[in-house]
């Protein structure tokens, strides 16, 4: 029966220990200086030292030739207080997991009353000092604040910040840290010399790791390796299996299947880590430590060696020829997948899929990109051929008729594509637009792309560029791109730009702005980038257009030839504008702009209103405040249950309140119209109104909200 290397190799001196000096320096120099605290307090991981220490500084108290840094080791305290001693009367060591309460502290004063039996101090060594309750510590603390001069206390624990502040206050605070691994391969390395135990190479760098920094762990796994080996002769594949690490040749199949990307055998050795039944998160963590020691290596080179201690020459090759061949890019690359699906794998119920999918993923950033098939949409704008008018396209089923606008080729302007009816409307063959005159004059460009000259920015230009602003927009944002392929341009007035869409869906889905974003922003910077202004939106329903699209309304002022009508089904019947209190209400700030329309009002008995006529959609409305005439609104005479506007309306739509900025109406029909009345949807009760209703009808402002209560056959 032997003794445990950690006991039969217990320091007996501050001199002895490794890795602790930040704590054995101060204490040797306050021994020598004889300036000795009544009480300390140790602190740190498990197994670092804390409670041997605690020894030695009793030692070095008691010893005959003392108090002293350097015990003698002859007298009888040195000797009762050694390795292989019984222990000295006037030094108590007590387990404060199992003393921690008030009776013991009062046990514990008593005690202390008395003078040592022999010695110089009586020293009261209490291990897992957290342990001692509160009130333990507070019946303790006056004899800890002044103890009597033959009384030394040392507290050793693992969380001193359970230590309650005014025990720590009273004492000499010393915290100990880990091993280095560094110190701590040299000092097993000694100790296997000294037992003249052999240990093949790369065994006690995977003790060192195991232990994690403690010399007290490191000493018990050794001892188990040894214990468990033939003639003194620690192998590495007894340890290996002993400890549950990887395999270094596995880990080198591994690595050397991700530089040559080779998924067979990548999976072929994942395969062996389930089947030998280790655990995959193991494997993961070994994998991990071998791409760190790959990356050491890559950036320090010859100089390797200094980092990874304790590695042999040959392994430091041949993993010095892995890094070379994936390099370090991919190397960090790598390591940056293993550690999330490291992080993916904490509690999950199949660690064999996490694995293999972590093997997928590193294995697909290896493989060379294949190449992407064209996409007719995301293809880049390609200049018209020359002076060719627009082809006509076969009627497409009502059923699809939608589906064609979000594949027109980005080369194609948009003018030259017929717009989609809705399914509904469409009991014939729509025929197709003609081309613009404007651009079936173009002539052909060898260029890939649209060539933007200086000069202003007209319609024409505006149109020619049109292509190209799609596949900047594309880059930005792919869902506003598919909402602005089916908008046509209209006209242009300066920087102001109409887009024409398909129908009052499209509208809405280009108006929708969510956090001052959404695809009109996204748009006007693709327009930004491309021509160099920013513009703001008039966004309208094709059949909003006086003579349908390409009418007089689409050519933006601009001079321009306008694109000729689109033919109206005969079953087709024209849609009424709307009246201004069922607008729509977007998130969009609204502004008049200048009209050559004259203002009109309208005859009848009613109450008359301002209405705007199309106002520039845009969310800057101070660069567009041109004020327009007015034109009026009639309304019905007031019924039963209608909601009437204020006798006094606004002059302008300009907002009392900058909150209320958000909400005005956009997109009003331009000519005057006689608004229906608005009834209740209940003749019974009280019915609430949305604040849009009120605002477009009354021309109020929000207030407060109150609580709608039901009617009951009681109140």
Known sequence: MTTALYRRYRPESFGEMIGQSQVTDPLMTALRGDRIGHAYLFSGPRGCGKTTSARILARCLNCAQGPTDTPCGTCDSCVELGRGGGGSLDVVEIDAASHNGVDDARDLRERAIFAPARDRFKIFILDEAHMVTPQGFNALLKLVEEPPAHVKFIFATTEPEKVIGTIRSRTHHYPFRLVPPAAMLEYVQTLCETEGVSVEPGVLPLVVRAGGGSPRDTLSLLDQMIAGSEDSAVGYERAVALLGYTHAALLDEVVEAFGVNDAAAAFAAVDRVVQTGQDPRRFIEDLLERLRDLIVIAATGQGAGSVLRGIPADDLERMSRQAGAIGTARLSRIADTVI???????????????????????????????????????????????????????????????????????????????????????????????????????????????????????????????????????????????????????????????????????????????????????????????????????????????????????????????????????????????????????????????????????????????????????????????????????????????????????????????????TYPVDLPAPAVTAPPVRLSAPAGIQRYGEAVIRQVLGARFVREEPFERPTRFA
Do not use: C
Not at 380 to 398: F, I, N
Not at 473 to 500: H, K, N, P, Q, Y
């Open 340 to 662: 999330a699906a490291l992080d993916e794998m904490t509690g999950a119920t199949s660690p064999r899929l996490q694995l293999e999918l972590m093997v997928a993923r590193v294995l697909a950033q290896g493989a060379p990109a294949a190449p992407a098939e064209p996409l007719v949409v995301a293809a880049p704008a390609v200049a018209l051929p020359p002076a060719a008018p627009a082809p006509v396209r076969e009627p497409a089923a009502p059923a699809a008729v939608r589906e064609p606008a979000a594949a027109v080729p980005a080369s194609i302007p948009p003018a030259a594509v017929p717009a989609p009816v809705p399914p509904a409307a469409v009991p014939a063959p729509v025929p197709p637009a003609p081309a613009p005159a404007a651009v079936a004059q173009e002539p052909a460009a060898p260029e890939a792309g649209p060539v933007v000259t200086a000069g202003p920015v007209t319609l024409q230009r505006m149109r020619d560029a049109w292509p190209e602003v799609l596949a900047r927009l594309e880059t930005i944002s792919r869902s506003s791109w598919l909402i602005a392929t089916v908008a046509r341009v209209a006209g242009l007035d300066g920087d102001i730009l109409t887009l024409s869409f398909q129908s009052q869906g499209d509208v809405a889905a280009f108006k929708k702005r969510t956090a001052g974003a959404g695809p009109s922003e996204d748009l006007r910077q693709a327009i930004q980038g491309v021509l160099g202004i920013r513009v703001k939106y008039i966004a309208r329903h094709d059949n909003d257009e006086p003579g349908g699209p390409g009418g007089a309304g689409g050519s933006g002022g601009s001079g321009e030839t306008p694109p000729a009508p689109r033919a109206t089904p005969p079953a087709v019947t024209a849609q009424p504008a709307r009246p201004s209190s069922s607008a729509p209400v977007t998130d969009w700030a609204v502004a008049t702009i200048p009209s050559d329309a004259p203002a009109e009002v309208a005859s009848g008995p009613g109450i008359t209103a301002p209405v705007a006529g199309q106002f520039p959609v845009d969310d800057e409305p101070e660069d567009a405040a041109a004020v327009v005439p007015q034109r009026t609104l009639t309304l019905e005479p007031a019924r039963e249950g209608t909601v009437l506007p204020s006798a006094e309306v606004a002059p302008s739509f300009e907002p009392d309140d900058p909150a209320d900025e958000e």
